[in-house]
């Protein structure tokens, strides 16, 4: 499975973002397909989930309401809509994928065996 994120960059205040996940690979392991962010010296943070197959969606208490995340415009890519962008958005934005998470863990990197090489996010 291979993972690319694109679409980050340098915005204001009350701005927005939209990434990009594009997979390819087995299918299979990309059932589910998330979004995960991280800061310097800190633990990677769950952001939110979506399931390819049934549309499911699952979001961090901190982006709900803000960010939604939904199948994608190009094929076999899934789009993170990032609207009223605070500066504790910004990190580095990774797509992770696999087969089967386990229920109530959708947010937990752990569960995630591919991962692709992030893009940065600076909110100011």
């Known amino acids: 499975v291979q993972l690319v994120e694109s679409g980050g960059g340098s915005v204001q205040v009350g701005g927005s973002l939209r990434l990009t996940c594009a997979a390819s690979?087995?299918?299979?392991?990309?059932?589910?397909l998330a979004w995960f962010r991280q800061t310097p010296g800190q633990e990677r943070e769950g952001v939110a989930t979506?399931?390819?197959?049934?549309?499911?969606?699952y979001y961090a208490a901190s982006v709900k309401g803000r960010f939604t995340v939904s199948r994608g415009t190009a094929e076999d890519s899934v789009d993170l809509q990032m609207n009223s962008l605070k500066p504790e958005d910004t990190a580095m934005y990774y797509c992770?994928?696999?087969?089967?998470?386990?229920?109530?863990?959708?947010?937990?990197?752990?569960?995630?065996?591919?991962w692709g090489q992030g893009t940065q996010v600076t909110v100011s």
């Open positions: 690979g087995r299918p299979s392991k990309r059932n589910c």
């Open positions: 992770a994928s696999d087969s089967v998470i386990l229920p109530g863990r959708e947010l937990e990197a752990s569960q995630y065996t591919y």
């Open positions: 979506f399931y390819t197959g049934g549309g499911a969606a």
